[in-house]
């Protein structure tokens, strides 16, 4: 029922969501993220650190769309249960990341209150990267409360929560090919 891939609508346990991005869209502004970091780190070997769960489609599609030479690695980051952040941060697979000298680009689904990479960046300095950059697919500008500097974004939307293109809810909706927002009905 929810899985089908062109449907305007999606229910997706207790609540309903309306289709916001398509995957066309989602598609046509990563390759120009993508054009774009390439042609600044061309030549710089970037480290691309990809942020689990939510970004693992997003961070394949983005580096099947480099041209140039970068390396990937992946960290485990999980602030948020179900709607809302949690404001208390959980890494795991630290312990197998190796910064050291490299120019990182952190690849993020959404950047939302931005506790998750307020509190993550101060801790990977301490790893001694030669630059440590974010690239965000969507930005909530207006849900932001903590200062984090976003390179490249993809989308700036309002501050409705979102599923679909690696983007949970509750752990499902990941594998839905656009984005959806949440239809939110006043009582
Ligand atoms: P922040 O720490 O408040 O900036 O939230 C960042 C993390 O919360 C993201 O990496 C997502 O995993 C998750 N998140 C924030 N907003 C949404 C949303 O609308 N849908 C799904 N996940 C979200
Ligand atoms: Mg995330």
Do not use: W
């Not at 690695?73 to 948020?80: A, C, D, E, G, P």
Request: hydrophobic residues 40%; proline residues 3%; charged residues 25%.
């Amino acid at each position: 029922m929810y899985y089908s891939p062109n449907k305007d609508m999606v229910t997706i346990k207790d609540l309903d969501f309306s289709l916001y991005l398509s995957a066309r869209e989602i598609q046509n502004k990563i390759r120009i993220m993508a054009t774009k970091i390439a042609s600044e780190y061309e030549g710089k070997n970037p480290l691309l650190l990809v942020v689990l769960n939510g970004a693992f489609i997003f961070g394949a599609d983005l580096i099947r769309n480099m041209d140039i030479a970068c390396t990937v690695q992946f960290i485990r980051l999980k602030s948020y249960d179900q709607l809302k952040s949690t404001e208390q941060l959980q890494i795991s697979g630290m312990d197998k990341v190796d910064v050291k000298d490299r120019h990182v680009i952190i690849v993020e689904d959404i950047i939302d209150s931005g506790f998750t990479m307020h509190t993550f960046v101060p801790l990977l300095e301490e790893m001694n990267p030669s630059s440590i950059a974010i690239a965000s697919l969507l930005m909530k500008d207006d849900e932001i409360k903590y200062n984090v500097n976003v390179k490249y974004t993809g989308f700036h939307i309002p501050e409705k929560f979102v599923v679909g293109y690696g983007l949970d809810y509750d752990g499902q909706g990941r594998n839905l090919p656009h984005i959806y927002q949440l239809v939110e009905f006043i009582e």
